[in-house]
Structures are given as structure tokens and as C-alpha cells.
């Protein structure tokens, strides 16, 4: 088990499932089709990510570097969490990026009873020790813990 | 974050409940990038990416219901990118309804909503808002609170506006506000390069190619470019803007760019030059075989990867009336050699209503209609993001689609000869 101590970008509380990317996580290119025709597990549909590709990230621990790609990015995730197939939480090892900061503020403020706590700051070494399936808690104050 | 009295009051609730939460977004915002207060946009024309009247995105339309309802609407006109759908782009029975019915069943309704948040007219749809015959291309210096990332790249790198990576809807909200947040791309300290891209090419480098290289190397970082000037010249005249345009949206799709910087081309390191880069900038040689490993490494998704290729989509982002022009000779120089009258491939070039306008008034247009290929104001990404297009084999040179969609990409040479002559 390590523990990793992150910043609050939006807050809450989560316990989830891993699913890591090590590369950038395209919003648009990795949710649109899902969101689009009723896939309610939200499976990732980026051809250029072969580590998510076909995997479902909906109530999951979303462990990333960042987000990259159209700016329609933060209205998807925006949309995600309306139509609750958001991740339970998002933990970027980088500082967050202005696409998905928006999808996730956009959410905290205008949506109610929506929960995604996003964590950023978290290091290299945490998407380093992080790995698909184990389990991710989000704790107070940014404290992310990983067994 | 320190605000001045007027947004403090805005942010408190004197302008009501929905200008509240306006504030508080951008506030929001503003605040996880550290940023210490809000400026005034003081572009003309804001641009918004959210063009589609897609039923499944309801919980947009519902947020801009509020925003209508409650007065708080843009106080800038503003353009949009481009509509999903066109009659004259080739479709299926079945896509047909699809689209229709299922897929963009909200856009009468959506364009209703833009109107009344304040869209500059109902030719306003591209993501090239920024080309003369559409009108809304801001002067260097000026902040603004653009979406789409193809457009704030080129209104960056360009034009030497500031403009930060925008989200749909949050566009929105710095416009209404009047304010955006000041942090990254509109801050100096935020436009300098901690990448320094050599380009080593023996040849001009496909701009969609070298764009795709770069963001997937660079990611968000500023780059500076070395080297690209001996391709484009130092002058951003007609042929190099359009250069720019094409490669800044590969930059800015396949990776997360928002600014580069061009030496010797583009407005700042014109200005600034090298004192642009900061200490310590990583490096990155681009040289013949990198752009031919850079394009090997992109998968083919078809299903057949063998396929005969059934649609040809060009102009992602929009093309220029330029670029029309001379595609019309290029189509027409291939289609003589090759012995055909017309495309041997469904082929659909895609620009700005207003260029499409002036496309038509010149004699190019009935030229390359007698080609076959079908000139469109639509969107090729929204036009294929459904499951039977992604079923379908289409090629393109644009990466931007490549990155989002089934499409396959080619170069322009290979797109030409595809068309013009067939083959797999």
C-alpha cells in the first residue's frame, strides 16, 4: 500500500477500481461513441490508446498523466457526469489540463447530486506504482491511497 | 484569486443566482491554475466549439436553457464551428434516418438556443472563423475566450491573440462574464517554449504529418520550431497561414498544443526570437524517417484493412478558398493523367459557408463540380461519429479526423492519387 498526497481540484471522497493510461486521455475520442449510443460502462473508444482502448472507466479510479485533444473535452466529461457514466474520481499525475479542470468544475457547480473528486499534482512515481485493478481511495485533504 | 468589487458583487449573487454560478465557474477555474485575477476579453467576436444539436448531449441544452432564462447571455456575438449535417454530403437510407431522428434530432432546436446567445449571423458555422471571408479574426494581443482547439491554436501561433485551451461551454461563461481567468496562454511567462522542435527534412514535411509529430511529442508545451522557415518562408502570407492551419490542428488534436512558435514566421518569434525558449527546453529532431515512423505507428481500425475506400473527406479543419482553387487543378491534373473524367472515389471537400460563397463565384467551382467532388459546409468528424460510418473505409489527409474517428489518413499526394486514379 502507498499513499500519495495530491492537490483538490474538485473535492469528495472515492473508492474504486484503477484504470491507468499513460498516455494523454483524449475526452472526446475515448467517450463520444460510448456516451452517444448507450453504453452506460462508458468503454473507451481511443484507437491512438491501446492501454484503454475497449475498457469501460465509468465508476472507476481514472489514473492519468492528463487530458489532451478537441475542447469539446470538458463538455463531454460535463455530459458524462450529467448522465452519471463519469469516473468515480480522476487522479492526474501531471497539473490538470484547462479541458478536463472545465468538465470537472462545469460539473461540481451546475449539476447537482454529481460526485467526481479530481485530484492532480500526484507525481510520476504514483502512475509508476498504480496499476489496472487495484483499488484506489480518495481520502481528505488530497491524500490518494493505493493497495 | 483577487476580484474587483463588481465581479465580488456579481460572485455574491447582485445579478442573480445563474450569474453567480457563472462567476464561480470561471472563479473555479481561474483558481486550478493559479491564477490571480480575472481580465477583460477584449476580442471582438468570441468562438464557440459546441455546434451540434446531438440529442445525447440534453444536459448542454438544459445548462443553456438556464443561461437563457436567467438573461445571462453572451454580451460578444459569436461564431460556431461547423453543422453535422448537409444534404449534399453522400449518405445511406439508413443514415439518413440515423441522423435525422437518433443522432442530431436537436439541432433546429440548438440553433434556436445560439441565436439567442448572440451568434454572429446563420453563416457563422466553422472552425476556420478566423479566414477573411468569415470575419471574425482577432488582432494580435488581443484575450479572448475561445473553444476549438484547431481555431486557438491559429488565433495563438498566428495571429498573437490570447487564448487559452478552452472547454466547450466554458467559452461560454468567460464570454458572458465578460472576464476569463488569467493564467497560461494569456500570460508571457505562459507563451514561452520549453520544447525546441529542429525540423531536418529534405523536403517540405506534410503539414498534417509534422503537426501530428509534434503534439504527440510536445503534448500541451509551447514548442519553437527551427527550421520549418526554409520550407514556408518568413513572410505568413496566403500559402503559409494556410501551412499553419492545417498543421497547428494536428498539433492541437493529436496532441494538447495551444501556441508553437515558428522562427522567423510567426508574430512573436519574429519578435522575441530564441528569448522565447526557456532553460532547459527538451529537444526534438524531425527528419524524414520520424515523419515515416510517426506514420507507420497509426493504426488501422477498419475492419478490412484492405478495403476499397468508399468516401474522401477533405478540409479538416475547413479549407481555404485557396486551397479549393488549387485542389480543383490538382484534381483536374490527376484525373488527365489518369484517364478519368471523374473521381473513382465519393470524395466531399468541407469549408466555411461564407468561402464556399466565394468559392462559387469563380470559375473553379463548375470546374470541380464536373469532377465530381462534392463541396460541403458539414463537419466530417460529426458527420462520422456513429457506428455505421465507422463501419465504412474513408480516407483522408486530415489528422484531426484520423484521431477521432475509423477514418484512415494519407497524405495529399497519396489522397489525390486515390481519387483521381483508385487503388487500395
Avoid at chain 2, 144 to 155: C, Q, T
Avoid at chain 2, 208 to 214: E, P, R
Avoid at chain 2, 240 to 262: E, I, M, P, Q, R
Wanted: glycine share 8%; charged share 20%.
Amino acid at each position: 500500500m502507498r499513499q500519495f498526497q495530491g492537490r483538490i481540484v474538485t473535492p469528495g471522497n472515492a473508492k474504486a477500481e484503477a484504470v491507468v493510461t499513460h498516455a494523454g486521455f483524449n475526452t472526446l475520442a475515448s467517450l463520444q461513441k460510448s456516451l452517444q449510443f448507450g453504453d452506460k460502462t462508458a468503454k473507451v473508444n481511443d484507437q491512438n490508446n491501446p492501454e484503454l482502448y475497449g475498457k469501460p472507466i465509468a465508476g472507476k479510479a481514472l489514473c492519468l498523466p492528463q487530458t489532451i485533444g478537441s475542447t469539446t473535452g470538458g463538455m463531454v466529461l460535463y455530459c458524462a457526469c450529467a448522465m452519471k457514466r463519469q469516473p468515480a474520481c480522476m487522479l492526474f499525475a501531471n497539473h490538470i489540463d484547462s479541458l478536463a479542470a472545465a468538465g470537472a468544475i462545469l460539473a461540481d457547480v451546475w449539476l447537482e447530486d454529481i460526485s467526481m473528486p479530481v485530484i492532480d499534482c500526484l507525481g510520476e512515481e504514483f502512475l509508476s506504482y498504480v496499476k489496472d485493478g487495484m483499488t484506489v481511495t480518495v481520502g481528505d485533504h488530497g491524500v490518494v491511497t493505493v493497495e | 484569486m483577487i476580484l474587483t468589487q463588481e465581479q465580488q458583487e456579481i460572485l455574491n449573487g447582485s445579478k442573480g443566482d445563474t450569474m453567480a454560478k457563472v462567476m464561480k465557474t470561471l472563479v473555479m477555474y481561474g483558481e486550478a491554475f493559479g491564477a490571480e485575477k480575472l481580465v477583460p476579453i477584449t476580442g471582438k467576436y468570441n468562438h464557440l466549439v459546441t455546434s451540434f444539436g446531438l440529442g445525447v448531449i440534453e444536459p448542454v441544452y438544459e445548462l443553456m436553457d438556464k443561461l437563457i432564462e436567467a438573461g445571462a447571455v453572451s454580451g460578444q456575438r459569436f461564431s460556431v464551428d461547423p453543422r453535422p449535417l448537409d444534404k449534399n454530403v453522400p449518405k445511406n437510407f439508413l443514415q439518413n434516418i440515423i441522423f435525422k431522428f437518433f443522432m442530431y434530432n436537436k439541432q433546429d432546436f440548438y440553433e434556436e438556443q445560439l441565436k439567442k446567445l448572440g451568434l454572429m449571423d446563420s453563416d457563422a458555422f466553422t472552425c476556420a472563423c478566423y479566414l477573411d471571408q468569415v470575419g471574425n479574426k482577432p488582432e494580435k494581443g488581443e484575450v479572448l475566450s475561445w473553444a476549438e482547439s484547431s481555431a486557438v491554436v491559429y488565433a495563438n501561433s498566428v495571429l498573437g491573440a490570447r487564448c487559452n485551451r478552452n472547454s466547450g461551454i466554458m467559452d461560454i461563461m468567460g464570454s458572458i462574464a465578460g472576464f476569463v481567468p488569467y493564467f497560461g496562454l494569456l500570460t508571457d511567462d505562459g507563451r514561452k517554449a520549453s520544447w525546441v522542435v529542429k525540423i531536418e527534412t529534405t523536403k517540405k514535411p506534410e503539414a498534417q504529418l509534422l503537426g501530428s509529430a509534434i503534439g504527440m511529442k510536445v503534448m500541451e508545451d509551447v514548442p519553437y520550431i527551427v527550421g520549418l522557415d526554409k520550407w514556408l518562408g518568413t513572410e505568413l502570407d496566403e500559402q503559409a497561414c494556410t501551412y499553419l492551419k492545417d498543421f497547428g490542428a494536428a498539433t492541437a488534436s493529436n496532441g494538447a498544443v495551444g501556441l508553437y512558435h515558428v522562427e522567423n514566421l510567426t508574430p512573436e518569434a519574429v519578435e522575441q526570437g530564441k528569448k522565447l525558449i526557456l532553460d532547459g527546453a527538451r529537444e526534438y529532431v524531425i527528419d524524414d524517417a520520424e515523419l515515416e515512423r510517426v506514420k507507420n505507428d497509426y493504426p488501422v481500425i477498419w475492419k478490412d484493412p484492405n478495403a476499397k475506400p468508399k468516401l474522401c473527406f477533405m478540409g479538416c479543419p475547413h479549407m481555404t478558398l485557396q486551397q479549393l482553387k488549387d485542389w480543383t487543378d490538382k484534381v483536374e491534373a490527376g484525373l488527365k493523367k489518369a484517364g478519368n473524367a471523374k473521381v473513382v472515389i465519393p470524395t466531399v471537400f468541407t469549408a466555411a459557408p461564407a468561402v464556399l460563397k466565394e468559392f462559387e463565384k469563380t470559375p473553379y467551382a463548375p470546374r470541380l463540380k464536373a469532377t465530381g467532388v462534392i463541396t460541403s459546409y458539414i463537419c466530417p468528424l460529426m458527420y462520422m461519429n456513429n457506428p455505421l460510418c465507422a463501419k465504412m473505409p474513408v480516407i483522408t489527409s486530415s489528422n484531426k479526423l484520423r484521431t477521432y474517428t475509423t477514418a484512415r489518413y494519407y497524405t495529399d499526394d497519396e489522397i489525390l492519387l486515390q481519387i483521381t486514379k483508385g487503388g487500395k
